[in-house]
């Protein structure tokens, strides 16, 4: 019996220690692939928000915790990642954060009774100039609002 336990407890050990030393091989793999040391930015408008490598964000963004519970925040990250690499990476990332994606309305995401609007377009020029190349992502989230719309009285429902 004391065996059959000490054996268990070995495989256990076993287990934990792969697990750890594969969580550490994706760590320094993402260090290395972003050229960074490893620590993950997030975004100061949006916390739970991280800042794909290769991006940065501007300081245009804004957050505000709403009297009755929610927030409004936008942030606004630039830089000179391909679209679809950057949909591909928040699509991913949003969703191991608890957003789920909505089913009929593409970059929207749902998380508890919040909202979150992803879109990606060419960076624009400010002010005078000729446009600047890359692209920009903006994040925008707000509470959830399901609208319930009164029926008038004797109306088909």
Do not use: N
């Not at 550490?24 to 290395?32: F, K, L, P, Q, W």
């Not at 949006?46 to 794909?52: A, N, R």
């Not at 942030?75 to 009929?104: D, H, I, N």
């Not at 929207?108 to 890359?134: D, S, T």
């Amino acid at each position: 019996m004391r065996a059959a336990a000490l054996g268990v407890a070995a495989v256990g050990i076993g287990v934990l220690a792969i697990a750890l030393w594969s969580a550490a091989g994706r760590a320094d793999a993402a260090a290395s692939a972003s050229g960074r040391g490893g620590a993950t930015e997030f975004s100061s408008y949006i916390e739970d928000l991280p800042i794909m490598p290769g991006l940065a964000e501007g300081d245009d963004g804004y957050a505000f915790d709403l009297f009755q519970g929610g927030r409004l925040a936008e942030a606004r990250l630039a830089g000179e990642a391909e679209a679809e690499v950057v949909r591909g990476f928040y699509a991913a990332t949003l969703t191991q954060l608890g957003w789920k994606a909505s089913g009929s309305e593409p970059y929207v995401y749902h998380r508890g009774r919040e909202k979150l609007i992803f879109l990606v377009e060419p960076r624009r020029a400010r002010g005078r100039g000729r446009a600047p190349r890359g692209l920009e992502a903006v994040f925008v989230i707000t509470p959830e609002s399901r609208v319930v719309v009164p029926t008038p009285a004797g109306a088909p429902r």
